[in-house]
């Protein structure tokens, strides 16, 4: 990882919001947010537009009632939050992240972003400052993908408002569509405005936890996140022959476990030889038919998740994938089937410059990183120069009741969010 580099940018404003970053203030916040479904164990459970976290989202709409705020609910029932600069027509700066969690999930995934900004707001008022753009916070809608698939469907659809025609039919397992849940979003947020999907912005900057070991292990507080690895999702499936496992010989059989197996195992070896510390490659679903004790499998179908920063990569994993695969094959047949293809993303230049600047106003360790995880600012990227701020996750756990993060640590990330924000406001 290299070092940041200071640059200079207008520091008074933003420096007058950094030390009215109230730490006390922010972690009452964070904590209460995790009363809304929060466990026995610590972890918090409160999927994407299920009623608890419908409740969350009243408690948010209770928090700013001043004359400058404007609480809007879009047709993605991604929740806003604007607070108004001197300069209205000019496209606002956005901040901002999800407050939705895994089954079982932790208490500062995404909830961090969101409660990060609005302390940023609060830090605005105490400071008495008034920015030329105004700065929104939102909490996107469904980005953890563990109720209804896919993942990040607020902010893919603020991205790309015609995506939302096709996230409106999926269900969750109890068969309740998007749309219904959506729905009943819009009917408990009276306080907020209803508006269409997407708008012009100006810049957009997400806070989050690293959900990696990388940053604790390095001694780094605070890390400017430049780019997000891409990835490419496969379904692999062999098909061979049933058969009898008592009476039909080895040499006889279509097997197509084995054959899988054969597979998976290569691919596994050929990748790790490749000696290539940022590439990442996953088998997570394994399916076998008929799935009998005593029968021969006549199919078996597969996951391949890879992931890497280089797009070259990407490709030449995709060759070595194909490679191995009909190398192995046997006397089966297989089929190969693209899940997902999304490129690396790369943060804007200007927005990252600003980010590094803030970072280094604090004084706190810091690094520059990529994302192994995906995260809203992915799809933002698309339609609006964005950039991310990571804190460090303490043994690098995340989507888990032990997650947790210093209070320091979740402290700086604020005020290098106030001193980014600001600066990209007052311009």
Not at 25 to 53: C, H, I, K, W, Y
Not at 230 to 240: A, F, L
Request: charge should be negative; aromatic fraction near 6%.
């Amino acid at each position: 990882m290299n070092s940041l580099h200071e640059i200079q940018v207008p520091a008074s404003q933003a420096q007058g919001v950094m030390d009215h970053i109230n730490g006390d203030r922010l972690m009452q916040m964070l904590r209460q947010l995790a009363s809304f479904g929060m466990r026995n164990d610590s972890g918090v459970s409160r999927e994407a537009l299920t009623p608890t976290e419908l409740e969350a989202r009243q408690w948010l709409c209770s928090l700013f009632t001043g004359s400058q705020y404007q609480w809007v609910i879009d047709d993605a029932a991604n929740l806003l939050l604007r607070r108004e600069g001197t300069c209205p027509e000019l496209a606002p700066v956005m901040t901002g992240s999800h407050i939705d969690t895994q089954p079982v999930g932790g208490w500062l995934d995404g909830a961090y972003g969101v409660m990060a900004g609005l302390e940023v707001l609060h830090a605005l008022d105490d400071a008495g400052i008034q920015t030329r753009r105004a700065i929104e916070v939102v909490a996107w809608t469904n980005e953890e993908g563990s109720r209804f698939s896919p993942g990040a469907m607020g902010s893919s659809a603020f991205s790309q408002p015609d995506r939302l025609i096709g996230f409106l039919e999926a269900q969750d397992n109890d068969g309740h569509r998007f749309e219904s849940a959506r729905d009943a979003a819009l009917q408990v947020t009276p306080a907020a405005k209803k508006a269409a999907l997407g708008h012009p912005v100006h810049a957009y900057i997400e806070a989050h936890i690293e959900q990696g070991p990388v940053m604790e292990l390095g001694g780094y507080s605070l890390g400017v996140v430049s780019s997000i690895q891409g990835v490419r999702w496969y379904e692999v499936t062999v098909h061979g022959n049933s058969a009898h496992a008592g009476t039909t010989p080895l040499m006889a059989r279509q097997d197509a476990l084995l054959t899988a197996a054969t597979m998976v195992s290569q691919l596994g070896a050929e990748a790790a030889a490749r000696n290539d510390h940022a590439l990442r490659l996953t088998v997570g679903r394994f399916e076998v038919s008929p799935g009998s004790i005593n029968t021969v499998a006549d199919r078996v179908t597969f996951s391949v998740d890879i992931r890497h920063p280089q797009e070259s990569e990407l490709i030449a994993m995709q060759d070595l994938l194909g490679s191995v695969l009909e190398r192995n094959v046997g006397t089966c047949t297989h089929e190969v089937r693209l899940l997902m293809q999304r490129s690396p993303t790369l943060f804007d230049d200007h927005v990252l410059s600003v980010l590094s600047a803030a970072v280094v106003a604090t004084g706190v360790p810091h690094c520059s990183l990529g994302s192994g995880a995906f995260h809203d600012a992915m799809y933002l990227a698309d339609c609006c120069p964005a950039a991310m701020l990571f804190v460090p996750s303490i043994e690098g756990i995340s989507h888990n009741a032990a997650e947790n993060t210093h209070t320091a640590d979740l402290v700086a990330g604020a005020k290098a969010l106030a001193f980014a924000l600001v600066t990209l406001a007052i311009t």
